[in-house]
């Protein structure tokens, strides 16, 4: 991730954007404060890496989502979208985890979402999907992994409260 701090001033911006997306970074987040804007700027395609090398690592991969999704998702599967997440920007992804997430960071991310429903966690069979489908390593959460791909309902299960460890000691 790159950071440029800049008085509002939208012509240098434009200037400093356009090149940023001719070299492969788009903005991805915009911050302001007392006048001046940061904007930071990441990789429109990091690490790439398929479906069958991630299976070296784990089967299964985990994601977060709020329960008023559950019968969607069932139904259709998980269908990459754009962030609703304040202050971030980004093409349309879906977000995992390599790791399955405790009850607590569940829903303390819930809570970043603002919107009040309890968490799901949607756990990912990996020999359910293309093997050749591509993910991406997330520069922006620590742990975490993406893909611009969806994941078909076949590959899914959604995860009860009680299959969710209490704690975890090592985030």
């Known amino acids: 991730v790159i950071a440029v701090v800049l008085p509002k001033n939208s012509d240098v911006f434009n200037n400093i954007n356009a090149h940023m997306l001719k070299y492969g970074w788009y903005n991805s987040r915009t911050d302001e404060n007392d006048g001046t804007f940061e904007y930071s700027f990441e990789k429109k395609f990091g690490d790439r890496f398929t479906a069958r ?8 991969i985990y994601h977060i989502t709020s329960s008023k999704l559950r019968k969607k998702i069932i139904s259709q599967g998980l269908i990459p979208k754009e962030s609703k997440t304040l202050g971030f920007s980004n093409e349309p992804r879906i977000y995992f985890r390599p790791d399955l997430p405790s009850k607590d960071m569940a829903r303390n991310f819930m809570d970043l979402k603002l919107d009040g ?3 799901i966690v949607v756990e990912i069979d990996l020999g ?3 093997p050749d489908q591509a993910f991406f390593f997330d520069p922006r959460w620590k742990n975490s992994i993406f893909t611009f791909e969806p994941i078909p309902n076949t590959a899914i299960k959604i ?3 009680d299959e969710l460890p209490n704690i975890r000691l090592n985030y």
Request: charged share 40%.
């Open 128 to 130: 359910g999907l293309n």
């Open 53 to 60: 090398q991630l299976r070296k690592m784990t089967d299964k």
């Open 159 to 161: 995860m009860e409260e």
């Open 117 to 119: 429903e309890p968490p």
